[in-house]
């Protein structure tokens, strides 16, 4: 009986399956690659802020901020990833190589979330198409190999949507579906908190399209806000307390002020002055962050209104700032550290291998055997991969708005499509690259999925009409 329904279940989903299958072992491969290389490098500058508050956990039973102060409690970072990383390497040992395998098994459960999001909106045929971008999409690949958030953090995000979507689309069980999308948005706060302020927009929205959602009454609307915000309130409002006993602030956490400071208001204050960024940093870091007479608490409201005030002062420029940090975040390609990750040679000198200049050995090992091949190719297939999903993105949202009328459950994308706009622009500044599209490429490409059904089943209806058929 079990058989036949494993049976039924991959005759039904087989193509996706098989992608996602794909999907793991070329990734496992790659995993294989680096760590019998140089492993070193799946570690970032970011990483040890990561995994030593984790160690720090299973050794001590506390997180602290780093091993130079085991002293000192961790606040500039928020507990989710640092928790990830305690929980593998209490099973596994210190093992940086389990963490990737788990990294990689959470990104190809994404592909089958995205998958199971357009089947519950009805697109069906070629849903399998978004499985196969996210699964050839670099981003998704590089962060599940490297010890990062990214991977973890975009599963979760993706995780509420799902349940986001369960919540608008399913007459019953309102309360289970608004309780998991509070746990997953809880539980990706805790691992990157550029999603705290994501549950209150989610909560005037249910309040606002209560009917949309087909809430049967108040009080079930009223239940399922409460059952929503409960695990947010404990966990993300649990480690606020921490932080008010511990560090005496109720901020959740500290790296949300030093980055205002060092890269949004230090970026201002650079673009009005006509300076340096990295110039202004030095001196923010000099007359903030070297001031041993300060608290953490102290200087995080330091920082934090010093930091608000250039902003507030400064709107032209910060509008400025921010629309550049956007555009960096949809188009920068962030090719050479994948690249670099698996091996390959990207700043070869030529001049170094003493070869006449004219001799195919020189062609060779400046261009083929030093990765500028595979760069170029890579970029060349980013070019178009990004061009698919952007171009078909708009077409898709087109699409929507000229048939909105006909959509069976608007509220839906008005969820999503708020979900991308607070990303990007909470993302936007001097400190914004491709890094910070990692979270927000499965939502595009949901949309490049929805205008290229849209665009085949015009060229369908054409082709019908051609032949005379109605």
Not at 137 to 159: G, H, N
Not at 271 to 300: C, G, I, P, W
Request: proline share 3%.
């Amino acid at each position: 009986m079990v058989l036949e329904k494993v049976k039924s279940v991959f005759y039904l989903h087989k193509k996706i399956i098989i992608v996602i299958c794909i999907s793991l072992l070329i990734k496992l491969f790659a995993l294989i690659l680096i760590l019998t290389g140089d492993s070193s490098k799946i570690m970032l500058s970011d990483s040890p802020s990561y995994e030593e508050p984790a160690i720090s956990l299973l050794d001590s039973g506390k997180f602290v901020e780093s091993f130079e102060n085991p002293d000192k409690p961790m606040f500039k970072r928020t507990p989710g990833y640092p928790g990830f990383i305690a929980l593998v390497y209490f099973f596994f040992g210190q093992n940086r190589g389990a963490i990737l395998v788990f990294q990689i098994i959470l990104s190809v459960i994404s592909i089958l979330l995205l998958y199971r999001i357009l089947l519950k909106l009805g697109i069906q045929n070629i849903a399998v198409i978004a499985g196969i971008l996210l699964a050839a999409d670099t981003l998704q690949c590089y962060y599940s190999l490297v010890v990062l958030s990214e991977s973890l953090f975009s599963f979760l995000l993706l995780f509420s949507v799902y349940f986001g979507v369960t919540l608008c689309l399913e007459q019953k069980n309102k309360k289970k579906s608004a309780f998991l999308l509070g746990l997953f948005m809880a539980l990706a706060t805790l691992v990157r908190p550029i999603s705290y302020y994501l549950v209150f927009p989610i909560v005037i929205g249910m309040i606002i399209f209560h009917k949309q959602i087909s809430f049967r009454s108040w009080k079930e609307l009223f239940l399922s806000t409460c059952f929503m915000l409960m695990p947010f309130f404990i966990l993300v409002g649990g480690w606020q307390v921490r932080n008010n006993v511990i560090v005496g602030t109720f901020e959740y956490s500290g790296i949300k002020s030093k980055n205002m400071l060092l890269f949004r208001a230090a970026g201002v204050l650079a673009k009005k002055e006509h300076r340096t960024l990295s110039e202004v940093q030095k001196e923010f870091t000099e007359q903030y962050y070297m001031n041993s007479d300060l608290s953490d608490a102290e200087r995080e409201k330091q920082v934090n209104d010093t930091a608000m005030k250039i902003i507030f002062d400064n709107p032209l420029e910060y509008s400025q700032i921010a629309g550049e940090g956007i555009v960096s975040t949809l188009i920068a390609p962030g090719h050479r550290s994948l690249l670099d990750l698996l091996g390959f040679d990207i700043n070869f000198e030529s001049k170094k291998t003493g070869y006449d200049k004219q001799s195919l050995d020189y062609y060779l090992n400046t261009f083929v055997f030093s990765g500028r091949i595979i760069e170029l190719c890579l970029l060349v297939f980013l070019f178009f991969f990004y061009l698919f999903i952007y171009g078909f993105s708009v077409l898709g949202c087109i699409n929507l708005i000229r048939n909105r009328k006909s959509l069976t459950m608007p509220i839906v994308h008005l969820f999503i499509i708020g979900i991308i706009i607070f990303l990007l622009l909470l993302g936007a500044g001097p400190e914004a690259n491709s890094r910070f599209r990692t979270p927000l490429m499965p939502l595009f490409i949901f949309y490049a999925t929805i205008g290229f059904d849209y665009l085949t089943k015009y060229f369908q209806r054409k082709r019908k009409e051609k032949k005379g058929i109605k």
